[in-house]
């Protein structure tokens, strides 16, 4: 099962919205509503923020919101805020009964 | 509070067997699906096993499929990760995650420890 694909980083300023893309297949992300993304800062465990595609867990912001069309999901950031500079991965169940996680995003505020 | 803490990881030789040991606290262990994930230094997350939370269904992505064995004791809370024939490629942080459901298919990792090294060299 390959990785799904996201860009290796992404930028924005305080205040602005950064969106993130997670590209698969029709045997994972095109063909389930079981995408979730999680935010991870350097040496700590990973968080997640979004679950079935664009449910947010209690306790995280509001101002990240997921979305998917067709092999697509994308996690977009609103009002980027200092401590939203982190790495964000895509997860996805797949059709061979697994997980999969994205290679992952680096975001910088700049 | 859910913790989940892990244990087990140290510095193992090519072809050498490891059993990785994760405790949970503050949930109703039972009720829900449990992972291991693993990070290699300075990369990705790998997904690489999953048990349902009754312990009857595992699941296991293809590196690992044949050399790790997932299980899980409901009446201690806690989940296991048993790897044999281990590789420099197996070198990673493994996290023992919480799935949000029962059911290893519909389920995100809501809860994470922090991670236990496991290095495999001569």
């Known amino acids: 099962q390959s990785a799904l694909t996201q ?9 602005q919205s950064i969106t993130i893309s997670c590209t ?5 992300v095109g063909g389930y509503n079981f995408v979730s993304w999680y935010q991870q800062h350097p040496d700590r465990a990973p968080q997640l ?4 595609v664009n449910n947010r867990p209690s306790g995280v912001s509001h101002r990240f919101s997921g979305s998917k069309s067709g092999n697509t999901a994308s996690l977009t950031i609103s009002g980027l805020q200092a401590e939203d ?8 169940y797949t059709d061979s009964s697994t997980h999969v996680f994205g290679t992952g995003t680096g975001v910088t505020v700049l | 509070e859910v913790q989940l803490v892990e244990s087990g990881g140290d510095l193992i030789q090519p072809g050498g067997s490891l059993r990785l040991s994760c405790a949970a606290s503050g949930f ?4 829900y699906a449990m992972s291991w994930v693993r990070q ?10 999953g048990i349902s939370g009754s312990g009857t269904r595992t699941f296991y992505a293809g590196s690992v499929k044949g050399r790790f064995t997932v299980s899980r004791d409901n009446s201690k809370n806690a989940v296991y990760l048993q790897m044999t024939g281990l590789r420099g490629e197996d070198t990673a942080v493994y996290f023992c995650a919480k799935g949000s459901r029962g059911t290893v ?3 995100a990792w809501d809860s994470w420890g922090q991670g236990t090294l496991v290095a495999v060299s001569s």
């Open chain 1, 7 to 15: 860009p290796a980083s992404v930028s924005g300023s305080p205040g």
């Open chain 1, 24 to 28: 698969g297949t029709s045997g994972d």
């Open chain 1, 49 to 52: 923020i979004i679950h079935d």
């Open chain 1, 85 to 92: 500079e982190a790495y964000y991965y895509c997860s996805s």
């Open chain 2, 28 to 31: 109703t262990f039972v009720t």
């Open chain 2, 40 to 49: 290699a230094p300075g990369k990705g997350l790998e997904w690489v096993s």
């Open chain 2, 105 to 107: 298919a519909v389920a």
